[in-house]
């Protein structure tokens, strides 16, 4: 294990190691503007949302580890303490990357990176267009987190309005995380494509997992099923019945065969098979015939 304090390394190298271990993060493509009404277009991977009453937004642009300088951003956020937070797809992404070219103060960066201005209805900055969804903001507080090169500045902005394209709305009025291609900042020139990498976990607050504790030893201690497979296996609320693993052994050859085989491996190699596929009831079905297999294999032999 490599193990590392912030004081022994340049924070330039911490700041790369940050940057690839705490990823994929969202972008917070934020539009300000200056005391003179000028726009900024800036990207920001240190982003999230904190709140939903109120709505709640926080994005820090850090003071640049090179020289200590700020962006033009945060000195917007603070004069006029308004921004708008525009989120990043796959369609804009190029073009988001572009508008973090650091041009000089005054630059347009909407028109360097060839997107639309669209006016706000609360807040003076523009709002991207091209963006699937836009959120109007006011800056409630910007707290500074050091005053060396790579220190945060967070802008905590609480949502004044937000504006979704019907493109990316589903039948129940919710976002589509498929419509919308999110796309995500990694370490180094890396980015992620959200949707290419989606998958579902059932959330344990709307079921009572019987806990991985509840799971039989000898499953386990299994040389085959992760981690993650014995999670799987303890969020369900109830176990199969007596009767279901009987059904479920009955109606498979394959099944037979492979309890009859005594290969533990294989036997869970294939329950393996089944929660990689969601039917983790199935892989209980399977695990648990094999159990009382063993138990009534161990009974005989006594």
């Given at each position: 294990m490599y193990s590392i304090e912030p004081k022994d390394v340049p924070t330039a190298k911490f700041h790369g190691l940050l940057l690839g271990a705490v990823a994929p993060r969202p972008i917070a493509f934020a539009s300000t503007v200056d005391a003179e009404g000028n726009p900024n277009l800036s990207p920001f991977s240190f982003f999230n949302v904190f709140g939903s009453n109120?709505?709640?937004?926080?994005?820090?642009?850090?003071?640049?580890v090179r020289d200590n300088t700020t962006?033009?951003?945060?000195?917007?956020?603070?004069?006029?303490?308004?921004?708008?937070?525009n989120v990043v797809n796959y369609d804009i992404?190029?073009?988001?990357?572009?508008?973090?070219?650091?041009?000089?103060?005054?630059?347009?960066?909407?028109?360097?990176?060839?997107?639309?201005?669209l006016p706000s209805d609360m807040v003076k900055p523009f709002r991207v267009a091209e963006s699937p969804v836009q959120f109007e903001c006011r800056v409630k507080e910007v707290v500074?987190?050091?005053?060396?090169?790579?220190?945060?500045?967070?802008?905590?902005?609480?949502?004044?309005?937000?504006h979704v394209h019907e493109a990316v709305m589903d039948e129940d009025g919710q976002i589509d995380q498929y419509k919308i291609d999110l796309v995500a900042r990694a370490g180094g020139n890396?980015?992620?494509?959200?949707?290419?990498?989606?998958?579902?976990?059932?959330?344990?607050l709307a079921t009572l997992g019987i806990g991985i504790d509840q799971v039989p030893?000898?499953?386990?201690?299994?040389?085959?099923?992760?981690?993650?497979?014995?999670?799987?296996?303890?969020?369900?609320?109830?176990?199969?019945?007596?009767?279901?693993?009987?059904?479920?052994?009955?109606?498979?050859?394959?099944?037979?065969?492979?309890?009859?085989?005594?290969?533990?491996?294989?036997?869970?190699?294939?329950?393996?098979?089944?929660?990689?596929?969601?039917?983790?009831?199935?892989?209980?079905?399977?695990?648990?015939?094999?159990?009382?297999?063993?138990?009534?294999?161990?009974?005989?032999?006594?």
């Open positions: 109120p709505p709640v937004l926080i994005f820090s642009p850090s003071r640049r962006k033009h951003t945060l000195k917007n956020a603070r004069a006029t303490e308004e921004v708008v937070i992404v190029q073009q988001a990357s572009l508008s973090s070219t650091e041009y000089p103060e005054g630059v347009n960066e909407f028109v360097k990176a060839g997107l639309t201005m500074e987190l050091g005053k060396e090169g790579g220190a945060g500045n967070l802008i905590i902005c609480e949502v004044l309005k937000m890396y980015y992620s494509r959200a949707r290419d990498g989606f998958f579902e976990i059932p959330k344990p030893e000898m499953i386990r201690k299994s040389r085959v099923l992760t981690g993650n497979d014995l999670g799987m296996l303890g969020n369900v609320e109830q176990l199969p019945s007596t009767e279901e693993i009987e059904d479920f052994v009955k109606g498979s050859v394959e099944i037979k065969g492979l309890l009859s085989s005594d290969d533990e491996d294989k036997i869970h190699k294939k329950a393996q098979e089944y929660l990689r596929e969601n039917d983790v009831q199935s892989a209980w079905k399977l695990l648990l015939a094999e159990r009382r297999e063993n138990i009534e294999h161990h009974v005989h032999e006594k």
